[in-house]
Nanobody
Framework: QVQLVESGGGLVQPGGSLRLSCAAS????????MTWWRQGPGNQRELVAT???????TYSDSVKGRFSISRDNAKNTVYLQMNSLKPADTAVYYC???????WGKGTLVTISS
């Protein structure tokens, strides 16, 4: 059974940083590209970052230069390092296996002073 469990969310002041983690089980993790999505209040869920099995990464324009996605295949974990956080980054953050309908339950990130 595929499981994705996000962690690391919380309340941070504008300009701060957070690192999210997503632990995967039930798959051969190294075989899959992984993605981070987010859904802010009143917004549709949007793709934030992707990391392919090759290590190639892509980012949405809204986070490029501030967020960094990485993976540790030995730990079956994908990370999202978020820097220079803004109130507009407030959202529930989800990880998802690329192109597959497996999602975690999400972790809430709130950016507020």
């Amino acid at each position: 059974q595929v499981q994705l469990v996000e962690s690391g969310g919380g309340l941070v002041q504008p300009g701060g940083s957070l690192r999210l983690s997503c632990a995967a089980s039930g798959i051969i993790f190294s075989d899959y590209a992984m993605t981070w999505w987010r859904q802010g209040p009143g917004n549709q869920r949007e793709l934030v970052a992707t990391i392919f099995t090759t290590g190639t990464t892509t980012y949405s324009d809204s986070v490029k230069g501030r967020f960094s996605i990485s993976r540790d295949n030995a730990k079956n974990t994908v990370y999202l390092q978020m820097n220079s956080l803004k109130p507009a980054d407030t959202a529930v953050y989800y990880c998802r296996i690329y192109n597959m309908n497996y999602w975690g339950k999400g972790t809430l990130v709130t950016i507020s002073s």
